[in-house]
């Protein structure tokens, strides 16, 4: 992990250290059960699916920065995704295809392909980032706050995700995941966009606390499969 971190690093060029975008909205004043629950299960309606996006990302690490564009297809309900990355001088960086959770091609450029984890690192973030944005509420702990409600979901290994809710209705703002006390990685989500009966953030912020690296990106057209 850290050779292919030191890969992007090499191809970025200077920049600032990226932090989460505060989130603006009108916090709910009615934090009643009956319309948390309501709310979210809406939300859980909206929120899967299957979409073609085109994405810009910005890739930030240690104060080094390099963007790429590319489309990413996602399907949800079948687990699986594929994308590639271009960047400004039209190179193709990779192309990557999971299907029922498994990586099943990635295709890199040379330097990408020394370092073996470069692919499963991608792939991870993008299920991190865009699966299990749902919430199943008969099995999350709730604890509201003034300007939202915070659920809580323990898995295997001593993890457990909090996702936060927040605006008016609720949406998801924040995903964070826990081992053993300690952050690993954050997911927030930004300007929501109603499509064909769904939803969908069009900017997301993603930052990896393990590894030291964020992700920035901005949805620049999305579509239903």
Not at 150 to 172: H, Q
Request: aromatic share 10%.
């Amino acid at each position: 992990m850290r050779r292919s971190i030191l890969l992007f690093a090499v191809l970025c060029v200077a920049g600032c250290t990226a932090a989460a975008p505060e989130h603006r909205g009108v916090p709910p004043e009615d934090m009643a059960v009956g319309r948390i629950c309501r709310e979210i299960r809406d939300y859980n309606t909206k929120i899967s699916g299957s979409v073609e996006l085109i994405n810009s990302v910005r890739f930030n690490f240690r104060g080094r920065s390099f963007t790429a564009i590319g489309p990413l297809r996602l399907d949800e309900p079948g687990n699986g995704f594929s994308m590639a990355a271009v960047n400004p001088m039209g190179m193709t960086l990779f192309r990557i295809r999971m299907k029922n959770g498994e990586l099943v091609t990635s295709e890199m450029i040379p330097e990408f392909k020394k370092f073996k984890q470069a692919a499963d690192t991608v792939s991870k973030d993008i299920e991190r980032i865009y699966f299990n944005r749902e919430i199943d509420l008969s099995k999350a702990v709730r604890r509201p706050e003034k300007d939202g409600v915070v659920l809580e979901s323990r898995g295997k290994d001593t993890k457990r995700c909090e996702y936060r809710f927040g605006r008016v209705p609720l949406v998801l703002l924040t995903k964070t995941c826990y081992k053993n006390g300690r952050k690993i990685w954050s997911a927030d989500y930004y300007n929501y966009r109603e499509y064909n009966g769904g939803l969908f953030p069009m900017k997301t912020f993603f930052k990896q606390y393990r590894h030291g690296y964020t992700l920035d990106i901005d949805t620049k057209r999305i579509k239903a499969r």
